[in-house]
């Protein structure tokens, strides 16, 4: 299996995003849990999203259904030249005390210095992956020392690690096979100065595979 990397990102990642009409913001699962019982993909250029119910509609079709699993009007609208704006709760228990802010425009990152996201099967532990949608995992451990680095992944991805990633709600919701767990947010905030992968944007793109070796070239 193998993936284009490209200045933006994975090729497909956060190209499309769930508009709230009323409020103009980027939603995500921290806003919208129901989120993350759909899926989406990319099939001969075609954006599918799987519905919970089964059903499957395409990206041309999508503004109707999504707003009537969300219960609000949304619209699905592709990335380009403006940047959403995002909302996080501060007190992610009580979901309340929401902020809000801009990310960069070209793909639905909410933040310009990732563009791809890096974690270690050791920092994972025993929690699930998808509760991250980390982009790359990676044996062994030690993710936190490649912050200020030049890591080579593969023949010619090269990537610029900028920062720890900052875990929010997100990581808390339920999704299909996994139920709302606050302690997995807890436990990052208590042991890990909230942090959980790094974050990178791309120098050089091209292909990785699974089983890429991964090279800190410069520190």
Not at 142 to 153: K, P, W
Not at 169 to 184: A, I, K, S
């Amino acid at each position: 299996m193998s993936a284009a990397v490209g200045p933006l990102g994975v090729e497909g990642d956060r190209r499309w995003g769930v508009f709230d009409v009323e409020t103009g913001n980027v939603l995500t699962a921290r806003r919208s849990p129901a989120l993350l019982m759909t899926s989406a993909r990319v099939v001969d250029d075609e954006v599918l999203i799987d519905m919970p119910d089964g059903s499957v509609v395409d990206a041309s079709n999508a503004d109707a259904p999504l707003t009537a699993l969300l219960g609000r009007s949304v619209e699905l609208r592709a990335a380009g030249d403006d940047g959403g704006t995002y909302e996080n709760p501060m007190d992610f228990e009580n979901d309340a005390d929401w902020v809000s802010w801009t990310g960069p425009a070209g793909a639905w990152h909410d933040s310009g210095r990732s563009r791809v996201s890096l974690v270690s099967m050791d920092s994972l532990g025993d929690w699930d992956i998808r509760r991250f949608r980390t982009n790359i995992v990676v044996d062994g451990s030690g993710e936190d020392d490649l912050v200020g680095s030049t890591v080579a992944i593969g023949d010619d991805v090269v990537l610029d690690v900028t920062k720890r990633i900052d875990r929010c709600v997100m990581v808390t919701r339920p999704q299909p096979g996994l139920e709302r767990d606050l302690d997995v947010l807890k436990q990052i905030n208590r042991e890990r100065e909230s942090c959980l992968s790094v974050g990178a944007v791309i120098t050089a793109p091209g292909t990785i595979e699974v089983g890429s070796n991964v090279a800190v070239r410069s520190r």
